[in-house]
């Protein structure tokens, strides 16, 4: 069974950046697709990126295209999620997933992820 450990939330202003992390363990990472979600206060969680196991086209919400970009490092067994120009809206708590998906398709529903993280805090706030 794999695990994973967030990191790389805080406190942030409008425009800023932060880079969460994702720390795999545990599993055969080269096999796994990796997706990044988020629960704003209030709100569902909701899909942000993923990235698949060959790490080619990466899926993104529509809302962060442009300023997130997903990536990640085989050697380290890490995913990231770069976050840029951060506005308040995405203020939430982000989640890492780990989908043992045969195929390079990204999933976008929660449920069909195998193994999930604690989640790390991001805020964006004045």
């Known amino acids: 069974q794999v695990q994973l450990v967030e990191s790389g939330g805080g406190l942030v202003r409008p425009g800023d950046s932060l880079r969460l992390s994702c720390a795999a363990s545990?599993?055969?990472?080269?096999?796994?697709?990796f997706g990044w979600f988020r629960q704003g206060p209030g709100k569902a969680r909701e899909f942000v990126a993923g990235?698949?196991?060959?790490?080619?086209?990466?899926k993104y919400v529509d809302s962060v295209k442009g300023r997130f970009t997903i990536s990640r490092d085989n050697a380290k067994n890490t995913v990231y999620l770069q976050m840029n120009s951060l506005k308040p809206e995405d203020t939430a708590v982000y989640y890492c997933?780990?989908?043992?998906?045969?195929?390079?398709?990204?999933?976008?529903?929660?449920?069909?992820?195998?193994?999930w993280g604690q989640g790390t805090q991001v805020t964006v706030s004045l």
């Open positions: 990235i698949s196991k060959d790490g080619e086209m990466p």
């Open positions: 997933a780990a989908d043992w998906n045969p195929t390079v398709v990204i999933r976008t529903t929660w449920g069909e992820y195998d193994a």
């Open positions: 545990g599993g055969t990472f080269t096999t796994l697709t």
